[in-house]
């Protein structure tokens, strides 16, 4: 799984060490939470194929140095559901699909591929949704700097309850700044 990950960032260099980044803080934070360590292991899964689907995603979308028209991004938001049609084949990975087929859904229903809406979001994808964007905003982009990480906790905090679940935006924030202790 590890390497299907850094296949992926090596053909996105835009997203080197993304994976490994948002598994470990996804992790960390589902730690803090009470999620079981037989869970745990499907989270981590999970978290690493997170992107999985992008395999699928032609080299001029997935390259493009700009911003993508609505066309691209109607090809982009594929992703997910490409990479559930990979992994769910594999019947050891079927329990750690949650993150890579729902982490671009949003609390208020307005998300992708399937619109769910606040609970309707598998736990794991709700604590790694805030995760990859997280990481996201912090990164440097070809068509944007990274931004700086109180800025980024602010538009967290900002769309908790619209793109996040609100509880769980209080445990990450925790967690970021190091205030979460957890025996897991």
Known sequence: MEGWAKALELRDMETEGHSRRVTDITVRIACAVGVSDEELVHTRRGALLHDIGKMGIPDRILHKP????PEEWDIMRQHPTLAYNL???IEYLQPALDIPYCHHEKWDGSGYPRGLKGEEIPFSARIF?????WDALLSDRPYRKGWAEEKVIAYIQENAGSH????LV????KVIRGDHFSTN
């Open 164 to 167: 996040f679940d609100p509880k």
């Open 129 to 133: 949704a805030i995760v990859d964007v």
């Open 66 to 69: 700009g911003k993508l028209t």
């Open 170 to 173: 209080k445990h990450f924030i």
């Open 87 to 89: 992994l769910n084949p």
